[in-house]
């Protein structure tokens, strides 16, 4: 892990708002800055970034951070990577914890020999008609050529030898560009005559390349090894290319080949990526997920294109949200993509796209498909399966509806099928019906917001924050604990970092929107000393009441515990009205 103290002094250097504004031009407005949010279509400004708490926030799409997030989710980039980004940009050396280093200390720029292999390919596809007419044969023009940086790695062993004269160089064989005999130690190209499609990061350099054979030969498709620059399991081909198109259209195709994606592109389709050989990630849906809220994923309608669209489905689920959409697109047998929009065309692809499964049913379905529903042995077989999928949607109104539908497919109530799933207590099932019970909750509730809100704001004041005195069952009052633990055991830490701490927890979101809630208040240290100490004598006036209710009815009482009803009712009496109230009325400033 990058440590925290690093993190806040990184955060500390950079303003957050000339950080935004190298991508996004901000409007002054009173305390605060906003636009039209980055990361989706509007027309109304509801993009804020506070200079002074040093966060952006849409009010529009809920999107929330600081300036590391902010790169993580307008570049793409990995947490470590947009780290990097910004401690560059101030001149901070990274800490020497970064576990992958892509140049060596007084070793050579791999990123450059990568690039000037990337220029050897292109101008040999300039002074190959064979090759050039293979691709005019699937119906590319120079231009998306050009795009895409394609280019043609010549038959013969050694060409690359006349690009770097050291062809010895063990940086040549770090990249992957040569290979070397285990035997005779003898080294030779690794791409000869095959179309190359370099692969770039997001930042777009060319990290790696693919090559597609001309003629039969096997394998159709060579990638590069992995490589100090290059793991396929986290790289998409054609990312670079298509985040502007996949910004403005609000969706990104998921597919599995660089041609499908090169021809999509050529039919106005700009908007794909695909896996480099590998079955989607984890990593790959989190980069999409940073792009957009709609991915379609689109795949062959035979059994090798299910069989990936349901692993792709497994992946995906830690990382569904309720406010984002996968969809799965299952093309007719004898088409891929490329086949399909060539023969086609893009109106006709996109009408396709329409007809996009939701993942939700995709999942019903297909887990439908596996079992006899007609008897209790198949409808058991069902909730079994779906049991340790069910508990992996981090989506909790998706997995609702989830749950309800298997429920009802199993002719199970939904109360059953929580407990089977161990997940979702039938007391939460059942909340939205007990409006009783909620309106009970809802002043303690209240109280943790506003105590949470205030740990965010001024951490310092965890030292104050006993955990006795917050019943921990709701997701919220879990989270004040752990923040509050966390504050203690770094009391210099300031609240950007205690959100960024929590990224990748079940209390990340919930966070985020409290910290959120602060922009429409005016905390000054003074009141929020007093919300927090306010809101705390609330909980511990309540905590008093219960304890001396439940020694009221507790028959045979002994002497030692009628002592300590006194000193509760004694302690009850004492506490001022004013000081009571005050949490409420200045609470209401602090929460949403």
Request: net charge negative; with cysteine.
């Amino acid at each position: 892990m990058i440590p925290d103290s690093f993190k806040q002094e990184l955060l500390h250097r950079v303003d957050i708002v000339d950080v935004i504004e190298r991508y996004v031009p901000l409007k002054k407005g009173g305390a605060n800055y906003s636009a039209c949010c980055p990361f989706h279509t509007e027309k109304t400004p509801s993009f804020t970034v506070s200079p002074t708490k040093q966060f952006y926030h849409c009010f529009g799409c809920g999107v929330h951070g600081n300036a590391i997030s902010f790169l993580m989710e307008y570049q793409g980039l990995g947490y470590v990577e947009a780290v990097k980004d910004l401690a560059e940009s101030v001149g901070m050396k990274m800490p020497a914890f970064e576990p992958r280093t892509k140049k060596p200390e007084g070793g050579p720029d791999l990123y450059e020999i990568m690039e000037r292999a990337c220029e050897y390919y292109r101008e040999q596809l300039k002074a190959t008609p064979r090759a050039i007419e293979y691709l005019k044969g699937r119906g590319l023009t120079g231009k998306i050529a050009a795009r895409f940086g394609i280019g043609y790695a010549p038959d013969g062993w050694q060409n690359l030898e006349g690009v770097f004269p050291n062809y010895a160089d063990k940086a040549l064989k770090d990249t992957g560009l040569v290979i070397e005999g285990e035997d005779s130690g003898r080294r030779y190209d690794r791409f000869r005559d095959r179309i190359i499609f370099p692969i770039l990061n997001q930042r777009g350099s060319v990290i790696a390349f693919g090559g597609r054979v001309l003629g039969d030969g096997e394998p159709k498709y060579l990638n590069s090894p992995e490589t100090p620059l290059f793991e396929k399991g986290r790289e998409l081909y054609g990312l670079a290319q298509a985040r502007l198109a996949i910004r403005a259209v609000g969706r990104a195709i998921l597919v599995e080949g660089y041609m499908d994606v090169v021809a999509l592109a050529q039919h106005g389709v700009e908007y794909a990526v695909a896996t480099l050989g590998t079955a989607t990630s984890a990593t790959h849906i989190q980069k999409l997920l940073r792009q957009t809220d709609e991915v379609v994923f689109c795949f062959d309608g035979d059994a090798a294109g299910r069989k990936a669209a349901w692993h792709a489905l497994e992946v995906s689920l830690p990382h569904l949200a309720d406010n984002k959409t996968m969809r799965f697109l299952f093309l007719p047998p004898e088409h891929d993509p490329d086949s399909f929009v060539r023969e086609k065309g893009k109106e006709a692809f996109e009408k396709k796209l329409e007809t996009a499964r939701p993942l939700s049913e995709f999942f019903v379905e297909e887990l439908m498909g596996r079992v006899e529903l007609n008897t209790h042995e198949g409808r058991g077989r069902l909730v079994h399966e779906a049991k340790p999928l069910l508990k992996q949607i981090s989506a909790r109104t998706l997995q609702l509806q989830l749950i309800q539908r298997i429920a009802a497919t199993a002719h199970l109530d939904a109360g059953q099928t929580a407990r089977l799933t161990e997940e979702l207590t039938e007391a939460r099932l059942a909340a939205p019906a007990r409006g009783m019970d909620r309106a009970g909750q809802a002043p303690e509730l209240r109280l943790v917001r506003i105590l949470l809100q205030c740990l965010i704001a001024k951490p310092a004041l965890a030292k104050e924050l006993s955990a006795e005195l917050v019943d921990q069952q709701s997701l919220e009052a879990r989270a004040l604990i752990a923040v509050a633990e966390f504050c203690r055991e770094s009391p210099e830490v300031e609240g950007n970092i205690v959100v960024d701490h929590f990224q990748g927890t079940e209390f990340h979101n919930l966070l985020e929107s409290n910290q959120a809630a602060l922009l429409d208040t005016k905390l000054e240290a003074e009141h929020l000393e007093v919300d927090f100490r306010g809101a705390l004598e609330r909980l511990q006036d309540k905590q008093r009441h219960l304890r001396f209710e439940a020694l009221r009815v507790k028959p045979g009482r002994t002497p030692e515990e009628e002592t300590e009803m006194l000193r509760l009712l004694r302690e009850r009496n004492q506490v001022p009205a004013s000081q009571s109230n005050n949490a409420i009325i200045s609470g209401s400033r602090s929460t949403p």
